[in-house]
């Protein structure tokens, strides 16, 4: 019988085609992520090379959980590159009609990123407009980050545009992290991950959503705030449709040039 190598990440152990992973890091994946294997495998898959939709999410999904380790920034990237990999998928099979292969192996439901709504604000509402870098711009206006994290104390206090700006973390920064945000910090969840990642290229240079500037201290409670930064409090996020605009430093004066829809 011709044998090929386990799918767990970096192993080189040869194991029958119809197995999915050695014994040793098949022992690794919880029950319920070995048993959605063996439920979205279809007999002879190996030999046609035409696994489902389904399957290859579970797959993906399964070799992320095996990759990641506790307090190991690398094995984490690892892991989150097979995970938003398996986010992927599991849209696919989603919009088409199949249903969610996830359900119950990840620990949240996947919503179609289409979909997410956005609040109407009204045109010719002043405000300021803040650049911030993807994905952090991303977790402020979806209410997920509570502080933003800058050098100087500002008095300015009510709404703030914010501005994902144009020329940030390129792609492998962003999955990274993701990935720490997700796995160390435990700061995010999976479906939150999955949608940041979908939405920050997209984002670039383009205001995506408004928050209230409420305080500014130099020291905070939040975990998402950097010691030796000023914390910028921040609350009631919430997103707009995309508006082209060409980034700024600071605060500056700014003017929502139209009546927004949702996303």
Known sequence: MTAHTCHAHGCTAEVPPKLFMCRTHWAKL??????AIWREYTPGQETSKDPTVRYL????????EVAFRPNDEEAAKVAAGYILKAMQWR?????AGDGDPLEGVAKHSAKPTRTLPSVAAPSGERMKILSVWGPWAQLLVLGIKDVENRSQVQTYRGPV?????KIGHPPRDVDRILAQLLYQDKLITREQCDLIADRVDLDRGHVIGVVQLVGAKRTSKSPWW???????????ARLVDRIPVVGTQGLRDFVLPRVLGSN
């Open 161 to 165: 545009a914010i501005h994902a700006s």
């Open 226 to 236: 950097v010691k030796g930064e000023v914390a910028l409090e921040v609350a009631g």
């Open 57 to 64: 999410a579970v797959q993906q999904y399964a070799i992320g």
């Open 91 to 95: 849209q696919m099979a989603i919009d």
């Open 30 to 35: 919880r029950k319920v992520t070995q048993n």
